[in-house]
C-alpha cells in the first residue's frame, strides 16, 4: 500500500531500524533513532544495488518519487542510477576543486618543488595574475579560449604585445598540467597562438666597434656616480653575462684560488650551472669591490636593502647619464659588444665564444662536450678580452 505524508508522519521508531515500503521498489528507512531515510531497491546486470534520496521531509514523498521514477528511466537506458548519481557528484565537485586559480596553485607548487627559481616563480605568478582576476574562479573545464582570448586582448590594448604572448604560454602551462592530471581533455590555448599580434623583434642595442667601445670604456671610468656602479660596468663588459647574473652574485661563489665564479644554475636562463674564469682585471676589482660591499653576502646589494640586489635600471640609468641613448647601447647589449669581437678577431672558435657568453647548444651531446672542451679556451678568451678593453680604455 502505497505511503501518504499522514502515514510518513505516523512513523515512530523501534528498537530496531525497519523499513517500509511505497512502491517500485521506493521506502523509508526508520533507524533507532526515528530519522526517516529515502531508499530505492533496484537490480543492474543481475545485481542489487540501492540509491539514498535523503531524509523526509526535507526530501518530500513527491521529490522522493520523482527521484525514483528518474533512476527507473536510467535503468531503462541501460544506465546503472549509482553510477549517474557518482558521475554527476564528482562533476559538481570539480566545479568547485578545480578551478583555475586552485590548478594553478597546483601548478606552481609543482614548479617550486622543482627547484625554480624566486624570479622564475615570481614572474609566473605575475603574469597569471589577469588570468586570475578574469576568470580564476571558474571551473578550468568551462574556460575557452574566446575567454581567455578577451584577457589577453586587454594587454594587447595596451600595446603589451609580447607580455600578452608570454601570459599565453603560462596560461597554457597551467592547462597542460591539468591534461596531464585527467581534468581537461585539451589546452584551449593552443588555438590562440595565430590570434594575438605578433611583437616587432627588437635586439639589445649594443656597441661593436673600437672607437665606440673605447668612449663607452672612458666614460664609464669618469662616471660620477657610485663606485659599485663602475664596477659592475666593468665586470659586465668583461663577464659578457646576462645583468641579472652578474647583479645577483653572492661573495661565495667567487673561488679566487680557482680563479672562478660559479654561478649555480637557479639563477642561469638555461636552469644549467655556468663557470666564469678570472682574469687578473677582473680579480683586482673584486678586491676593490670587497672593501665596499664584502661585509654582506651580495657583491651589489641594493641601497635601500642589504638583501636585495640593484636593479638593471641602476645599470642603464648610469649609460644614460654618461649620454648614451637607449638606442646606442644598454647593459643586456654588453653580450653582443664581446661577441662581436671575439667572432671579428678571428683567433677563438665560435661554440667556445658561445660557451663563454652561456648560451645553451640545443644538442645535448654536443652542449657536455662543448663544457669541457673549450674550458681551457675561454679562460685564454677572458685574458685576451682583458686586454683589449686594456688597449682601448
Known sequence: ???????????????????V?????????????????????YRFNGKEGSLSFGPYPATSLKAARDLRDEARAQLASGLNPAEVKQA?????????????????????????????????LSKLAWLLKDARVDFGRMPITDITAPIILKTLIKREKLEHYETAR??????????RYAVASGIVDADPTFSLQDALISPTVTHRAAITDKDGLSDLLKKIEIYSGQRTTIIALKLLIQFATRPGEL??????????????????????????????????????????????????????PAQTSSKKPISENTLNQALRRMG???????????????????????????????????????????????????????????????????RLH
Open 1 to 19: 500500500m502505497a505511503l501518504t505524508d499522514a502515514k510518513i508522519r505516523a512513523l515512530k521508531p523501534k528498537a530496531k531500524p525497519y523499513k
Open 21 to 41: 515500503s511505497d512502491f517500485d521498489g521506493l521506502y523509508l528507512y526508520i533507524p533507532a533513532n526515528g530519522s526517516k531515510l529515502w531508499r530505492l531497491k
Open 88 to 120: 554527476a557528484k564528482a562533476e559538481t565537485l570539480g566545479k568547485t576543486e578545480h578551478t583555475f586559480n586552485k590548478v594553478a596553485d597546483r601548478f606552481i607548487e609543482k614548479m617550486t618543488k622543482e627547484g625554480r627559481s624566486k624570479a622564475t
Open 166 to 175: 608570454r601570459m599565453r604560454s603560462r596560461i597554457g602551462g597551467v592547462f
Open 247 to 300: 647583479r645577483n652574485a653572492h661573495w661565495d661563489e667567487i673561488d679566487y684560488a680557482a680563479k672562478v665564479w660559479h654561478i649555480p644554475a637557479s639563477r642561469m636562463k638555461m636552469r644549467k650551472p655556468h663557470s666564469v674564469p678570472l682574469p687578473d682585471t677582473a680579480l683586482a676589482m673584486l678586491s676593490d669591490l670587497r672593501k665596499l660591499t664584502g661585509w654582506g653576502e651580495l657583491l651589489f
Open 324 to 390: 648614451f641613448t637607449a638606442d646606442q647601447v644598454t647593459s643586456h647589449g654588453f653580450r653582443s659588444t664581446f661577441s662581436t669581437f671575439a667572432n671579428e678577431s678571428g683567433l677563438w672558435n665560435p661554440d667556445a665564444i658561445e660557451a663563454y657568453c652561456a648560451r645553451m647548444d640545443r644538442n645535448t651531446v654536443r652542449r657536455a662536450y662543448n663544457r669541457s672542451l673549450y674550458w681551457n679556451e675561454r679562460v685564454r678568451m677572458a685574458d685576451w678580452w682583458s686586454e683589449t678593453l686594456r
